[in-house]
């Protein structure tokens, strides 16, 4: 699944990945959040929900760029640096292209859109 993010009115492309916690999070959108900084590492926002994190591994490691869901806090974390292994965080996708990264580490805002199947 293809999605649009607008960063503080620029848009930036993901693709999401096949996962259920993804399948159930394209079911929020369109979905309009505000960011918060987490560890210099991620912009934050909760969910509305918990999403579907069946299958999902145990502790993955997020790479900036990734789109993920933090189940414990029910937050929506996209990364603009690599983070560490994560119990309880679900990988959903990944930017489309990278020189996009240096728009999440400051961006107060973020709509997100489907755009279909990839």
């Known amino acids: 699944m293809r999605i649009q993010l607008t960063l503080d009115g620029h848009p930036v492309r993901a693709t999401l990945n096949d996962s259920p916690a ?4 394209t079911a929020l959108l369109p979905l309009s959040l505000d960011l918060e900084d987490f560890h210099r590492t991620e912009r934050v926002a909760e969910l509305p929900r ?47 292209d990278s020189k996009d990264i240096d728009r999440l580490a400051n961006a107060d805002r973020v709509t997100v859109a489907s755009l279909g199947s990839a």
Do not use: K, M, Q
């Not at 993804?22 to 999070?25: E, L």
């Not at 933090?70 to 930017?95: C, K, M, Q, T």
């Open 22 to 25: 993804a399948r159930d999070f």
């Open 50 to 96: 918990e999403l579907d994190t069946s299958g999902a591994p145990a502790a993955p490691t997020p790479r900036a760029g990734d789109l993920a869901h933090y189940a414990p806090w029910r937050n929506l974390a996209l990364f603009y640096r690599d983070g560490e292994p994560s119990p309880g965080l679900v990988i959903l996708g990944h930017l489309d």
